[in-house]
């Protein structure tokens, strides 16, 4: 197995910029590493605090309406969804980079 493909399997299995440390292009790698976590890391944030939203409205005992739920995280954290997309792209990005790019 090449070099390439271990660092996009890497890369796009086990955590998006490895690959890159792999092949030895140590700060591209530490800096998508870093931008992984943070992406992470800031959509979870905003989940939770659209969930502590649903908790704290919640008069009614029991579980609220699971439709009502998706509505309000729909409506109420955006941000989650582009922190999300944003390393979803970052995760591409990644395995493309450690396959195609060259050794630095």
């Known amino acids: 197995m090449g070099m390439n493909l271990k660092a996009a399997l890497l890369s796009g299995l086990v955590l998006p910029g490895l690959g890159q440390l792999y092949k030895g292009c ?8 870093a931008l992984v976590n943070i992406f992470l890391i800031g959509a979870l944030l905003f989940a939770l605090k659209g969930v502590a939203k ?16 998706l509505e309000t995280m729909r409506n109420d954290t955006p941000a989650a969804r582009w922190l999300l997309a944003a390393f979803f792209g970052l995760w591409l990005y990644g395995v493309a980079d450690a396959l195609l790019g060259r050794r630095k």
């Not at 140590?26 to 590493?33: D, L, P, R, V």
């Not at 649903?54 to 739920?69: A, L, N, T």
């Open 26 to 33: 140590k700060i591209k790698g530490s800096i998508m590493i």
């Open 54 to 69: 649903i908790i704290v409205s919640s008069k009614m005992p029991g579980s609220p309406d699971m439709r009502q739920v």
